[in-house]
């Protein structure tokens, strides 16, 4: 089994800024794309920013130029830099992160969730 286990979320102001970590235990082979998303108060889940093993990264639109994803795979980790944080940012952000625990077999994971909360 893999965990998926997130960090960094809270209270800050708007316009102020936050890193969320994540990190992946358990019988990991390799991981492929990780990610981030993230569901506010009535809405769906929304991916936020993803980063494939080559390093390529997407974001939302509402985030681009705000927040940068990256990832240390020696240390089976992905991050979140969020700056210039805005009230509709408040949600809870999810790691999700594919990964094979053998040659053959891929599944995708997530994380208990982080709650960011961005109010003055």
């Known amino acids: 089994q893999v965990q998926l286990v997130e960090s960094g979320g809270g209270l800050v102001q708007p316009g102020g800024s936050l890193r969320l970590s994540c990190a992946a235990s358990?019988?990991?082979?390799?991981?492929?794309?990780m990610g981030w998303y993230r569901r506010a108060p009535g809405k769906q889940r929304e991916l936020v920013a993803r980063?494939?093993?080559?390093?390529?990264?997407n974001y939302a639109d509402s985030v681009k130029g705000r927040f940068t994803i990256s990832r240390d795979d020696a240390k089976n980790a992905v991050y979140l830099q969020m700056n210039s944080l805005k009230p509709e940012d408040t949600a809870v952000y999810y790691c999700?992160?594919?990964?094979?625990?053998?040659?053959?077999?891929?599944?995708?994971?997530w994380g208990q969730g982080t709650q960011v909360t961005v109010s003055s």
């Open positions: 980063i494939t093993s080559g390093g390529s990264t």
């Open positions: 999700n992160a594919d990964v094979k625990t053998t040659a053959r077999v891929l599944n995708d994971y």
């Open positions: 358990g019988s990991i082979f390799s991981i492929y794309t």
